[in-house]
């Protein structure tokens, strides 16, 4: 099975329709069918879910539904402690990253996989001994089923 770190980014992809959201899906399909592990900080689903709220797209209900659904799916969550911790506070200050941002680039570091993220903005932002760890959602070839980042 493949491993992946995904970030917020990614995920509201999922609930909200943008560019490269078709990749998006095919992550959650991959997903959903047990071919790729998602793993994330624990961070996530309130990034998601803020992110959903100042779309301006979704309801308190509808922001409800779209918490209670995150709470279904299989995401192998991870502590931001010890050594993780340092690692995203060094990210954090020494490239001027959001403390999220790093939070979820120093978890694929630890866990040697790569982040997904359709950030791009912190994508630009990658000194080049980072660029290895972070593949863009629009970057990803969509083949029959799955993602080939």
């Not at 979704?58 to 409800?64: C, E, G, V, Y």
């Amino acid at each position: 099975m493949k491993r992946y770190v995904v970030d917020a980014s990614v995920i509201v992809k999922w609930y909200i329709e943008e560019d490269d959201s078709d990749k998006a899906d095919s992550i959650r399909t991959g997903f959903v069918m047990k071919e790729i592990e998602l793993l994330c900080p624990y961070l996530l689903p309130f990034e998601v879910l803020n992110a959903l709220k100042f779309s301006g797209l979704f309801t308190k209900n509808d922001l409800k539904k779209a918490g209670e659904s995150l709470e279904h799916y299989p995401f192998t969550y991870r502590a931001i402690s010890g050594e993780h911790q340092a690692k995203m506070l060094d990210l954090a200050m020494d490239h001027e990253f959001s403390i999220y941002d790093a939070a979820y680039i120093a978890l694929a570091m630890r866990e040697k996989v790569k982040l997904l993220t359709a950030d791009d903005k912190m994508k630009r932002k990658l000194p080049d001994k980072l660029k290895e760890t972070v593949t863009g959602l629009s970057e990803i070839a969509l083949p029959d089923r799955g993602i080939t980042p």
